[in-house]
């Protein structure tokens, strides 16, 4: 059987009650209602970060982001770093990707090079200006909301067009013998929040579903959520006027949807639609007034944040469950599904499980709980995503940048567990969060007496987690001995019997098998004729 073409589709900043087949009566998603019909779409799908660059690089590789310290928006992946472009070219596939993927650093050309066939062309016929109403003066009503409103029409077109566009031109150039691999990175949901009329009109405003209310002091909050509710002030306004904050972002998602569309049309009409596994999926959500605050925070973990749409349309041939799934399921996941779709192995460590036993079969189990983390510790300051001395008020961030710059706790280290039932977070600096879902997410439980069990329950599986998760080990096996020592020890031999004496004795003091020593010894010949190379 030929391997499948994988398409990954991956908004940014979309939540998954965006979407109008999971419930949202406002949202209009056809295309993705239509895709999740012939395919799965997972309810429960939750990213490892709120914020964009350590999301994907978990999900592009299968680990947390603690494992290699990816915490922060200005730590990318590096060269000594694999991900899933590179299994997948290893396992003949042709990749692509758009040139905004936040995943590997970009002082490193040649790393990009290696792992990513083609990136997709972005042509214009026209400068591209971004839409920039004015907003006021610093600390004028509203001037930290995002919400900049309708788009005229000669700003309409936006890069996400031009990335969609240039996916489709690949994929019916794509040489046809070669199944490919293609990324394509949306901006779009994210902030500021701002649309074109047409998509505008789409949204009934009288079906948004209720706001999450604005939280209080005594809700027992970490102190960056307070911060952000009373810095971005949004928090005072009327229901009215928050509303056209949400029916703006769900018309966002409607432009997202009909970009999905266009693709897939794009596949239809190549005739490899059947042929093609689609993933969509957003690496995290946005606050969108619920809880009094907009866009998002890095170590903050409501589900408007964590739970992200997860929509997989497999192959024909690969058995699918149809329609809404709500097994619990992470980003982590898509390496491992990948992996089996393209029936290829991935040889490096990770911590992705394929979704392919309960995209066939919704009954099956996929996880018990989800992990999502995020912040520093103090004195992390290279973790920061400004420099406090070049504070600039006029900055949409600058109120959130200023509260992840504090050295008080604010933006401190913290780790999510949520099972179906209950979300625990624990936190380095500040009071611990506890939540009975069924009860939302507004009001922090921790010191009720009534959930002490299942509180213990939530630490005691968040430790075995983190130690399981914690490091991992390469499979690529290291000489103590350089290959310039052997040389020397080998040199040294005068008599016929002292070079197995030699390497007896060497063999005990590494021990190492013979066989261990023949494959060091392949190893390191390997690395020397590299380096000649270079």
Same mark, same amino acid.
């Given at each position: 059987?030929?391997?499948?073409?994988?398409?990954?589709?991956?908004?940014?900043?979309?939540?998954?009650?965006?979407?109008?087949?999971?419930?949202?009566?406002?949202?209009?998603?056809?295309?993705?209602?239509?895709?999740?019909?012939?395919?799965?779409?997972?309810?429960?799908?939750?990213?490892?970060?709120?914020?964009?660059?350590?999301?994907?690089?978990?999900?592009?590789?299968?680990?947390?982001?603690?494992?290699?310290?990816?915490?922060?928006?200005?730590?990318?992946?590096?060269?000594?770093?694999?991900?899933?472009?590179?299994?997948?070219?290893?396992?003949?596939?042709?990749?692509?990707?758009?040139?905004?993927?936040?995943?590997?650093?970009?002082?490193?050309?040649?790393?990009?090079?290696?792992?990513?066939?083609?990136y997709i062309r972005v042509h214009s016929k026209r400068p591209l200006h971004h839409y920039l109403p004015p907003r006021g003066e610093p600390?004028?009503?509203?001037?930290?909301?995002?919400?900049?409103?309708?788009?005229?029409?000669?700003?309409?077109?936006?890069?996400?067009?031009?990335?969609?566009?240039?996916?489709?031109?690949?994929?019916?150039?794509?040489?046809?013998?070669?199944?490919?691999?293609?990324?394509?990175?949306?901006?779009?949901?994210?902030?500021?929040?701002?649309?074109?009329?047409?998509?505008?009109?789409?949204?009934?405003?009288?079906?948004?579903?209720?706001?999450?209310?604005?939280?209080?002091?005594?809700?027992?909050?970490?102190?960056?959520?307070?911060?952000?509710?009373?810095?971005?002030?949004?928090?005072?306004?009327?229901?009215?006027?928050?509303?056209?904050?949400?029916?703006?972002?769900?018309?966002?998602?409607?432009?997202?949807?009909?970009?999905?569309?266009?693709?897939?049309?794009?596949?239809?009409?190549?005739?490899?639609?059947?042929?093609?596994?689609i993933l969509v999926f957003s690496d995290h959500g946005d606050y969108t007034g619920d809880y009094g605050i907009v866009e998002k925070s890095?170590?903050?973990?409501?589900?408007?944040?964590?739970?992200?749409?997860?929509?997989?349309?497999?192959?024909?041939?690969?058995?699918?469950?149809?329609?809404?799934?709500?097994?619990?399921?992470?980003?982590?996941?898509?390496?491992?599904?990948?992996?089996?779709?393209?029936?290829?192995?991935?040889?490096?460590?990770?911590?992705?499980?394929?979704? @392919?036993? *309960?995209?066939?079969?919704? &009954?099956?189990?996929?996880? +018990? /709980?989800? $992990?999502?983390?995020?912040?520093? #510790?103090?004195?992390?300051?290279?973790?920061?995503?400004?420099?406090?001395?070049?504070?600039?008020?006029?900055?949409?961030?600058?109120?959130?940048?200023?509260?992840?710059?504090?050295?008080?706790?604010?933006?401190?280290?913290?780790?999510?567990?949520?099972?179906?039932?209950?979300?625990?977070?624990?936190?380095?600096?500040?009071?611990?969060?506890?939540?009975?879902?069924?009860?939302?997410?507004?009001?922090?439980?921790?010191?009720?007496?009534?959930?002490?069990?299942?509180?213990?329950?939530?630490?005691?599986? @968040?430790? *075995?987690?983190?130690?399981? &998760?914690?490091?991992?080990? +390469? /499979?690529? $096996?290291?000489?103590?001995?350089? #290959?310039?020592?052997?040389?020397?020890?080998?040199?040294?031999?005068?008599?016929?019997?002292?070079?197995?004496?030699?390497?007896?004795?060497?063999?005990?003091?590494?021990?190492?098998?013979?066989?261990?020593?023949?494959?060091?010894?392949?190893?390191?010949?390997?690395?020397?004729?590299?380096?000649?190379?270079?």
């Amino acid at each position: 059987m030929a391997k499948p073409n994988i398409l990954i589709i991956n908004p940014d900043q979309m939540r998954a009650d965006s979407l109008r087949h999971l419930g949202n009566r406002a949202a209009h998603t056809p295309a993705l209602d239509a895709l999740a019909g012939e395919g799965v779409s997972f309810s429960q799908a939750f990213c490892q970060n709120p914020v964009c660059v350590p999301s994907r690089c978990s999900f592009m590789t299968g680990l947390y982001p603690h494992v290699h310290g990816h915490r922060t928006m200005n730590f990318l992946q590096q060269p000594h770093e694999e991900n899933l472009f590179g299994d997948m070219k290893r396992g003949g596939y042709r990749t692509y990707s758009s040139h905004r993927g936040d995943l590997m650093a970009g002082q490193y050309p040649r790393y990009h090079k290696a792992l990513v066939d083609e990136y997709i062309r972005v042509h214009s016929k026209r400068p591209l200006h971004h839409y920039l109403p004015p907003r006021g003066e610093p600390g004028s009503e509203g001037y930290y909301s995002f919400l900049n409103g309708i788009v005229p029409e000669k700003y309409a077109t936006d890069m996400d067009d031009l990335i969609v566009d240039g996916a489709a031109q690949a994929i019916r150039r794509r040489p046809k013998k070669k199944p490919f691999f293609m990324f394509v990175g949306l901006m779009l949901p994210h902030p500021p929040y701002q649309i074109e009329q047409k998509y505008y009109d789409l949204i009934d405003k009288s079906q948004l579903p209720s706001r999450i209310p604005t939280i209080d002091d005594q809700d027992g909050k970490p102190k960056m959520e307070r911060g952000l509710r009373d810095a971005l002030g949004v928090s005072d306004w009327d229901e009215a006027r928050l509303d056209e904050i949400r029916a703006t972002y769900l018309a966002m998602c409607a432009k997202v949807d009909n970009q999905v569309g266009r693709l897939i049309q794009t596949l239809k009409d190549e005739g490899i639609y059947d042929d093609t596994a689609i993933l969509v999926f957003s690496d995290h959500g946005d606050y969108t007034g619920d809880y009094g605050i907009v866009e998002k925070s890095q170590n903050c973990f409501p589900d408007c944040l964590t739970n992200v749409p997860f929509v997989l349309k497999p192959p024909v041939g690969v058995r699918v469950d149809r329609g809404v799934n709500d097994n619990l399921v992470e980003l982590t996941d898509v390496c491992a599904t990948a992996a089996e779709l393209a029936g290829i192995t991935i040889d490096r460590p990770h911590f992705s499980r394929s979704l @392919l036993p *309960t995209v066939a079969d919704k &009954t099956a189990e996929h996880r +018990p /709980f989800v $992990l999502c983390e995020g912040g520093r #510790l103090r004195g992390e300051t290279h973790c920061m995503e400004y420099d406090p001395r070049d504070h600039r008020p006029e900055d949409h961030y600058a109120p959130r940048l200023a509260l992840q710059g504090r050295e008080d706790g604010t933006h401190t280290k913290a780790v999510m567990l949520r099972t179906r039932e209950y979300k625990y977070i624990r936190r380095l600096e500040e009071p611990d969060e506890f939540y009975v879902l069924r009860q939302g997410e507004r009001v922090n439980r921790m010191d009720e007496p009534a959930w002490a069990a299942q509180i213990a329950q939530a630490k005691e599986q @968040l430790l *075995t987690a983190m130690i399981a &998760t914690s490091d991992v080990v +390469p /499979f690529q $096996l290291d000489s103590r001995f350089s #290959l310039e020592v052997i040389k020397n020890g080998i040199r040294a031999a005068k008599a016929p019997g002292f070079l197995g004496d030699l390497l007896g004795v060497f063999l005990k003091l590494t021990r190492q098998s013979p066989a261990q020593f023949l494959r060091n010894i392949a190893l390191l010949a390997q690395r020397v004729k590299g380096k000649k190379r270079k």
